[in-house]
């Protein structure tokens, strides 16, 4: 691992010292499950990311075989482990100490059951905004096949589940939808972007080419174009003319016919983005105000039966896409408008931003009112609050909010979790929006290189090892001693369970696995781990 100061990017010396680090994997990579090395790169304050450029980055090779008596360990930590990989065997008993009274160290314990079952997972990953297009594209060729393979190849962590912007966002370089002008009621304007053409179909195409997983798409709308808005502008306080409701789901099937003659098929579509921007617009980027009466109106009487009567009836449609703090009163209020509303919708898309201020309860209250629906969570970032840095390069806490906030939704019915953009620049954009945010892989295009930050380890905890239509266990406890813990049988009956070690001091923990054994190790100070048996 090399270690470096923050103006330290460039020059024979760091040159030699990835040459020596490239060979020592061409003389490892033969072994299953040995991992390229991460080469370190600080930030200060323990701020610390991996460099990447187009001759090297850091990867972990695909788990093939785990012996019956045995589990893998997987774990990073903010002193600088990147999954690093550790054999041990199933014991027959907890294995931990007695408590002593002078003795520092925790020690926690948790059991997983395997007969208690509860939601399948549909996966994880980011989004395909522009911004992430125009940061990938931005670096060498090399550079940028090393950065896809990082989110999509198995040597990555392998990314199943991304979010598609259906025009322009506020992390675009400028707001635009795909009938822009005036009134057009035949759509005979309609047409892609050229962000479309440029950055999203190709990048879209390049991950399904690379991935060994099926990539399933969920699709959403900021805004329409603004002549069929009550402002006529992108963002503002602002609804959907009532005359335009019909031309609107006509419009959003255009985009779905135009991506399936691209070969892009898409999995879900929601009713559309965080409504309440357009109701409450603190930041002012491109938004739809919905009510949840408007919604369920529109819906059920004009976009659903659209789709459902379509080519494309095979895409799913979520409602809501807004912060968990309006559960589960919003859906009820839709339920209430039209109980049709739930013929036509399958779950349900989430976004964390305000999770600090409302527990995981709501989800729990929400799959108990719905329990035939799905939650899914479509959109995360960091630095999007006043108070906060819009990029603190390097930062495990955001890591570790990462982290815990994916173990809370997963132990409260939640079916996957989707990050942001997928890239962004040093300085969180571009964002016509001025709305910058941090992301787990940074770009900087100037030195042809890429930076891999906590948050893409916190997201690779999950995604690299938890597998489409893997189940929920039940673990007991989930939290304790600021240690949290979740997990999930995967398809071919492997048992994951991810942790997170929020102590500062070193962790031992035992796992009680119902049926094959106990998982002793130690847990170091500030870590993620991944557990497999």
Not at 93 to 103: D, I, K, M, R, V
Not at 192 to 217: C, G, R, T, V
Not at 457 to 465: I, L, P
Request: proline content about 5%; overall charge neutral.
């Amino acid at each position: 691992m090399y270690y470096s100061n923050g103006d330290d990017t460039s020059g024979p010396q760091i040159m030699l010292k990835f040459s020596l680090l490239v060979l020592l994997c061409l003389l490892t990579s033969c072994i299953e499950g040995v991992s390229r090395p991460c080469v370190l790169k600080d930030y200060g304050r323990e701020h610390r990311v991996c460099v990447c450029n187009a001759t090297y980055c850091d990867i972990i090779y695909k788990v093939q075989t785990i012996n019956k008596d045995e589990f893998l360990s997987f774990i990073s930590s903010k002193d600088g482990l990147r999954f690093n990989r550790t054999n041990g065997k199933l014991s027959n008993n907890s294995g931990l100490p007695l408590p002593q009274a002078s003795s520092p160290r925790t020690t926690v314990s948790f059991t997983v059951k395997p007969g208690k079952k509860y939601q399948k997972i549909m996966g994880f990953g980011g989004a395909f905004t522009d911004a992430a297009g125009i940061n990938i594209k931005s670096l060498s060729k090399m550079a940028q096949e090393n950065l896809m393979r990082s989110y999509f190849s198995e040597h990555g962590i392998e990314y199943n589940l991304c979010r598609l912007p259906i025009s322009g966002t506020d992390f675009s370089t400028h707001p635009y939808s795909y009938d822009d002008g005036t009134p057009d009621p035949q759509l005979s304007r309609f047409a892609l972007a050229q962000e479309d053409l440029e950055y999203k179909i190709p990048l879209i195409q390049w991950a399904k080419n690379m991935s060994e997983k099926e990539i399933h798409l969920v699709a959403a709308s900021w805004s329409p174009p603004p002549w069929m808005k009550t402002n006529n502008d992108y963002a503002g306080f602002a609804f959907l003319k009532e005359e335009y409701y019909d031309l609107y789901s006509k419009y959003l099937l255009r985009f779905l016919d135009e991506y399936k003659k691209r070969d892009v098929n898409i999995w879900a579509m929601s009713t559309g983005n965080e409504p309440s921007n357009g109701i409450l617009p603190i930041k002012r980027f491109n938004s739809l105000g919905w009510t949840p009466i408007s919604v369920t109106n529109w819906t059920v009487n004009y976009f659903g039966p659209q789709l459902r009567n379509s080519i494309h009836n095979d895409t799913i449609l979520l409602a809501f896409d807004d912060q968990r703090l309006f559960l589960p009163w919003w859906i009820n209020l839709m339920v209430r408008a039209d109980k049709r509303i739930l013929e036509y919708i399958n779950g349900f898309a989430v976004h964390w931003y305000w999770d600090f201020l409302i527990g995981a309860k709501v989800i729990n209250d929400l799959h108990e009112n719905y329990p035939e629906k799905f939650t899914l969570y479509t959109e995360a970032s960091v630095g999007d609050k006043p108070w906060e840095k819009k990029v603190d390069i390097g930062s495990w806490e955001r890591g570790e909010m990462y982290i815990a906030d994916i173990i809370q939704n997963l132990n409260a019915w939640v079916t996957g979790w989707l990050d942001w953009s997928l890239a962004l620049d040093t300085t969180g954009g571009p964002s016509w929006a001025k709305n910058q945010v941090d992301s787990p892989i940074l770009v900087n295009s100037s030195a042809d290189e890429f930076y891999r930050q906590p948050m893409f380890y916190a997201m690779g905890h999950a995604s690299k090892f938890v597998e489409r239509g893997g189940v929920r266990l039940q673990v007991s406890p989930t939290v304790t001693r600021d240690v949290h813990a979740t997990a999930v049988q995967n398809p071919d009956g492997r048992i994951v369970i991810i942790m997170l070690n929020k102590n500062t001091v070193s962790v031992q923990v035992s796992v009680e696995i119902g049926g094959k054994g106990w998982v002793n190790m130690e847990l170091p100070a500030r870590s993620f781990a991944t557990i497999l048996c």
